[in-house]
Each structure stands twice: as structure tokens, then as C-alpha cells.
T-cell receptor, first 112, second 115 residues
Framework: GESVGLHLPTLSVQEGDNSIINCAYSNSASDYFIWYKQESGKGPQFIIDIRSNMDKRQGQRVTVLLNKTVKHLSLQIAATQPGDSAVYFCAETREGAQKLVFGQGTRLTINP | NAGVMQNPRHLVRRRGQEARLRCSPMKGHSHVYWYRQLPEEGLKFMVYLQKENIIDESGMPKERFSAEFPKEGPSILRIQQVVRGDSAAYFC?????????????FGDGTRLSIL
């Protein structure tokens, strides 16, 4: 759903562990979802997307899971590395709408 | 580098001045989007344009803000008579628009500071 200007939730993981970042989306009509990674001073970087006719999609070291029943999206990062440190945003839209609605974001920090 | 290019990266204006932010989409992309981001927040949609047309401006303030994407040249987001509350990072994204929803790819933004 819409960001509300609170401090970002933070997830701290040990290097080499798996990370799971969760997102609750707001619009049951949304049918296209994207995960973005944003590093300090940069724009959002596309990681992976999924359409509503799927419940799982895998990329390189990343997996996105979609549960439409509870309007929940998750991003799993395998073997987390220092370079994965960033803020991660989920975004939703629906066919024909084009505009993305961004979630609040989660800051991922990696402990050595 | 064929990515989305935004300039300037940083822009400082005094209250009442005009700010012009430019965006060149990725090669082959004809759909441009502008978003605004405040610190510690997600991006908020402002406007969606295709060449010479505004498709959706539902997120853009009715006054002082305008956007264009001319047939030739970059997309421009224009803010007239800036106020302190306009201070933010403004991001542009582009997509091919082919075959339904496609990923939007972002530039590194313009950070606007109002004195």
C-alpha cells in the first residue's frame, strides 16, 4: 500500500544467510507486482516481477512469492551478500493502469 | 549506457523560482513516468506520459506542476514558484509499453532542494 512516512522497517541478516522481505499490498485488483532495490543516492533498480497468474517466480538468487488470498508478496534472497544492503520496495499495478503504487520499503542490512 | 538519464542530479532553487527536471528514457522506450520520493518513504506516482500525450496525471498537483514529453527531446517536469515543501527526490522511469504491463526502469533522480 501507500507509504506513510514512518521509519523504515529494518531487517538484519548474517552474511551468507537467506533473507525474506515481506510486503502487504492494498489493491485486490492489482495483477502485476515488481520488487525494486534502492541503494543510497540512486534510483530503484528492478529485481524481479510477477503477474497474478503465477504464485512463484525465480531469478538469480531471488525468488518472489505471491499469495493473492491474503494480498501478500515476499522476496527471498539466497546467500545474502554485502552488496545486497539496500532498501527494498514492492510495487503493484493493474493491467492498463501503468502507474506503480509503492509499499513502505524495508531496509536490509548485512552483518559480517 | 542506455539507461534512463536524468539531469541535473542536484538542483537548488530559492522559493518562488522555477525548477526544470529532465528525463531521457531508455532507448526504445516511449512511456515515461515521474515519481516523487520523500526521505524514508516509497515513491509516489505523479504523471504518466507517452510521446506528446499526458496519459495519467492523477498524482500531480493541479497548480504549479506540469509535465511534457515532446516528439523530440527529453521529458520535462516543471515546477513553478517552488516552495519548501517541493524539496524531494524526483525520479523518472520508462517502459516499452509493449504487451501489457512491463517493468519500469528508473533513473538516478534529481534531488531538488528549496532554500
Amino acid at each position: 500500500g501507500e507509504s506513510v512516512g514512518l521509519h523504515l522497517p529494518t531487517l538484519s541478516v548474517q552474511e551468507g544467510d537467506n533473507s525474506i522481505i515481506n510486503c502487504a499490498y492494498s489493491n485486490s485488483a492489482s495483477d502485476y507486482f515488481i520488487w525494486y532495490k534502492q541503494e543510497s543516492g540512486k534510483g530503484p533498480q528492478f529485481i524481479i516481477d510477477i503477474r497474478s497468474n503465477m504464485d512463484k517466480r525465480q531469478g538469480q538468487r531471488v525468488t518472489v512469492l505471491l499469495n493473492k488470498t491474503v494480498k501478500h508478496l515476499s522476496l527471498q534472497i539466497a546467500a545474502t551478500q554485502p552488496g545486497d544492503s539496500a532498501v527494498y520496495f514492492c510495487a503493484e499495478t493493474r493491467e492498463g493502469a501503468q502507474k506503480l503504487v509503492f509499499g513502505q520499503g524495508t531496509r536490509l542490512t548485512i552483518n559480517p | 549506457n542506455a539507461g534512463v538519464m536524468q539531469n541535473p542530479r542536484h538542483l537548488v532553487r530559492r522559493r518562488g523560482q522555477e525548477a526544470r527536471l529532465r528525463c531521457s528514457p531508455m532507448k526504445g522506450h516511449s512511456h515515461v513516468y515521474w515519481y516523487r520520493q520523500l526521505p524514508e518513504e516509497g515513491l509516489k506516482f505523479m504523471v504518466y506520459l507517452q510521446k506528446e500525450n499526458i496519459i495519467d496525471e492523477s498524482g500531480m498537483p493541479k497548480e504549479r506542476f506540469s509535465a511534457e514529453f515532446p516528439k523530440e527531446g527529453p521529458s520535462i517536469l516543471r515546477i513553478q514558484q517552488v516552495v519548501r515543501g517541493d524539496s524531494a527526490a524526483y525520479f523518472c522511469a520508462s517502459s516499452s509499453g509493449l504487451g501489457g504491463n512491463q517493468p519500469q526502469h528508473f533513473g538516478d533522480g534529481t534531488r531538488l532542494s528549496i532554500l
